[in-house]
């Protein structure tokens, strides 16, 4: 028989991008006594992956508990980017309620819309938290008319739309029911929790039953499965059997021999766990997101839904080029294939396949964040090799005409900067679909576009709009394929022969066009050095000497000037690179070169892509 357990509440946090939930959940960790008076915190302490701390976002879902009058409530922080989406799908499943943060000057964005529809799919109930009320342009009145708006937009049922909102300041960590009651903690929003979210239910003499709802890794003690406990109880060294809702062949016994449970920022050591609780189970090799942990005899899968297919793909290679293996720790296929399959360990979202070469392999994802998050990682760790340009995934429908992923994109921008994003995305096949004023002089574009569209643009986007505009993507559908794609009018400075760029080589080239490259840095034939003016690619001689003669002239001695080098940074580069080139990342460089090196063979490959099949 289903019993509810009082002293539980389970929650997720969910918010656009940099609305504030890693600062809001450190506040509630804070007050409710984790850290010891004097312990010194670090700022987003939940960000705990350098890249998260470095960017400012979450990149993975992460767990924590607290407890507050004798309630233990864990609080799964969820991440705001789209291309991490898979994560926020799956944490749903382990929550009885969501807390929904909102900017109180931004109101709700894209990524709002995206993760209150999959809570409201789920039927979940949800607190809405208007965050950053100590903005000096904070709106918080109208912010909550337009969440409301929001929730009708989204079909919300009736007791989802009688839901409470809370007013805080993370920053001060302080939180109100009301914008006319000051307050100085925490505490409405808690009891707020307690009051509306509610206990978790189950049956505790049914037989076990965990859906594994994420993935850690660990070196030592190898996967760790994380999920709730819906039915019965877990125990140390039970026999479990693990099934799963997409695969009904799969039944696998398996033996529990460790099981933690979350408090603060640790993971404790338990010998049983009861329904409601969220735990970690390890010691079982071959668990995967998704999967039901169940008692021998009642071995029922809980359903769950699939998680969104990849929409792009890059190539990541062993790298050849003429400076291979003098910066990376790790250089060869076996180093990079061992890398690529163990990503799959936490990351549901990623797919890698092998292809007819040993030394390369196809990695699909949700976005080219999702991606360069996973080559700025590995690069990191040391690795060393080459990745493509990112490309789309192509359907075919039933008639066997082409279809291609279409992302619903939203723009924040000055009004003056309108014409420029408008005429952009429009050779990219954008179709403006909305335009509204937005607040201080800023318009709201909507688009429709072709996820290939996107690709390269974000750099493009930041200096049209000199860093002011907003931009935010999100998978709507897959669509008719809508014509070739342009990506660069503008073609590459390629290095001419290998060496060492000096200064008056590099003199001479900067007539040609802008330089990613200054003197004294290695080169080699087919190195993409700069951008020209024109619209075909240039091949210099950076290593050029100047010849000796007899004569001085007075203008000799003079200093050459050289224009500072453009340093792109690794999106940047991923961006740039064209369908023919190649990006060469190492722990120490990101070096952007030709797929093909050798002049004459690039110039016979070129006539014959040319020439009609």
Known sequence: MNQKREDVRNIAIIAHVDHGKTTLVDELLKQSGVFRANQEVAERVMDSNAIERERGITILSKNTAVTYKGVKINIVDTPGHADFGGEVERVLKMVNGVILVVDAFEGPMPQTRFVLRKALELSLPVIVCINKIDRPEARPQAVVDEVLELFLELDASDEQLDCPFVFASAKTGSATTSLTVKNKDMKPLFDTILDYIPAPEGDPEAGTQLLISTIDYNEYVGRIGVGKIDNGSLCVNQEVVIVNHHDPDKQTRVKVSKLYEFDGLNKVEVRQAGIGSIVAVSGIADLHIG??????????????????????AMYFMVNDSPLAGKEGKYVTSRHLRDRLFRELNTDVSLRVEETDSTDSFKVSGRGELHLSVLIETMRREGYEFAV????????????????????????????????????KLG???????NMTPGNGGTARLEFLIPSRGLIGYRGEFLTDTRGNGVMNAIFDSYGPYKGDIQYRSLGSLIAFEAGEAITYGLFNAQERGSLFIGPGEKVYAGMVIGQTGRSEDIEVNVCKTKKLTNTRSSSADEALRLTPPRILSLEQALDFIDTDELLEVTPTSLR?????????????????SRQPS
């Open 291 to 312: 999967d039901t942990l169940c008692s021998p005899d009642q071995p029922i899968p809980i359903p769950f839904q699939k998680i969104s297919e990849p929409t792009i």
């Open 388 to 423: 493509s340009k990112a490309e789309v995934l192509y359907r075919r429908d039933e008639k066997g005409h082409l279809l291609e992923p279409m992302e619903q994109v939203y723009i924040d921008v000055p009004e003056e900067y309108t014409g420029i994003v408008i005429e």
């Open 592 to 608: 952007m070169r030709k797929k093909i090196l050798d002049h004459t063979q690039r110039k016979r490959a070129a006539m014959q």
């Open 427 to 433: 050779h990219r096949k954008g179709e403006l679909t």
